[in-house]
């Protein structure tokens, strides 16, 4: 069971929504949407549900060209960030409905709503209304509602996106259990690096209506095949700066980058490096940038510090609470094993070594 995108563009109004886009998705995949807000994530996840029809291009479902079928002639179900459920019917009823209007009979409705309640641990709530359960709970009747289809695509829209903490990291833990007990072909659409890592599985990174690179989650993290897939896998984006390499020696405004680009042939290059990398305390071996602060963000355990290097602005994430005036130089340090290096057309150049270790 296969889902296929062969050459899919989608053209709105003369504006290119989604770029010529190929991208297959197996059985039993977990596979995660990643960008911005109006990256193309929803539009993409339309057109793999037939809801809308691609400009040019073909969808194929299990080798079937499926690209004028009606959505309702498909195997799919949708779940929305906005999670909507029935108010006037009870749990069980809203489970029910799909099923209901496929014509199943009494018996095959009734065990397929105890089975997928039992998934998703609703038993107990069967017999309540909508507005009597938590909004995780109703999340998870949407969900219900969606997997009791039989659908042999599911796809997630943001569906964690309105819930409290505590809520989303119950139902980011519950969901890839879910995915894995259904075998149907999951499609997860967020904004946060830090949910797809949690979810696994895959995962396509897309900026302004572009896959820029997909594969295994944990891979496309640590190898992004591009300065744009970087920038979009890591929250706050990448931190960059540009280096030229001459006569053997990597070189930025600032001085020397020793431990960087060892093997590669002399150039100029964009140095990139995540906001957790950057440290405010001298290391051996480190590099070290002098830098301007702009504001400081408490989280709690952490910090965020705004910093201007140049003219370039930099985000960094360091532990503990710093109490620290805006406005003043501040010295900030780098492990140079944390860097990336792309070329002047943003493609990968090297990897961090940390990450080839992993």
């Known amino acids: 069971m296969t889902l296929a995108l062969e050459g899919v563009t989608q053209i709105v109004g003369g504006k290119t929504h989604i770029h010529p886009t190929d991208l297959t998705l197996e059985k039993g995949t977990m596979n995660v949407l990643l960008g911005p807000t109006l990256a193309g994530k929803t539009s993409l996840m339309r057109l793999m549900a037939g809801l809308d029809k691609p400009t040019h291009g073909r969808v194929l479902w299990q080798g079937e060209d499926v690209t004028h079928m009606r959505v309702q002639d498909r195997r799919v179900a949708m779940v929305y960030q906005q999670f909507i459920n029935y108010p006037s019917m009870s749990v069980y009823d809203n489970i029910a409905s799909p099923m209901k209007l496929l014509g199943l009979d009494r018996a095959a409705i009734d065990r397929r709503v105890r089975e997928t309640a039992e998934l998703m641990r609703l038993t107990p709530m069967l017999d309540r209304k909508p507005l009597e359960l938590s909004g995780g709970q109703q999340q998870r009747c949407a969900l219900a509602r969606a997997l009791v289809k039989d659908a042999g695509l599911v796809l997630l829209d943001e569906p964690l996106a309105n819930l409290d903490y505590k809520l989303r990291e119950e139902l980011r833990a519950e969901i890839p259990r879910i995915f894995a007990d259904s075998g149907a072909i999951f499609v997860y659409a967020t904004t946060e690096p830090e949910e797809a890592l949690l979810l696994g599985g895959n995962c396509a990174t897309l900026w302004e209506g572009r896959v820029t690179q997909f594969g295994p989650t944990a891979e496309v993290y640590r190898r992004p095949a591009n300065a744009v897939t970087a920038r979009v896998f890591s929250d706050p984006p990448m931190n960059f700066l540009s280096l030229t390499k001459k006569n ?43 830098t301007t602060l702009g504001v400081t963000e408490i989280t709690g355990s952490e910090t965020f510090v705004h910093l201007y290097h140049d003219d370039s602005q930099w985000v960094g994430l360091v532990h503990g609470i710093r109490t620290l005036e805006p406005g003043a130089p501040l010295r900030v340090y780098l492990d140079p094993s944390r860097v990336y290096l792309f070329a002047q057309d943003g493609t990968l150049a090297a990897p961090a070594s940390y990450a080839e270790a992993a």
């Not at 020793?258 to 051996?284: I, M």
């Open 248 to 290: 053997g020696e990597m070189q930025h405004a600032g001085g020397v980058a020793r431990g960087v680009g060892e093997g590669l042939p002399d150039g100029t290059y964009l140095a990139g490096f995540r906001p957790n990398h950057l440290s405010l305390e001298p290391a051996e071996g480190a590099l070290s940038f002098d």
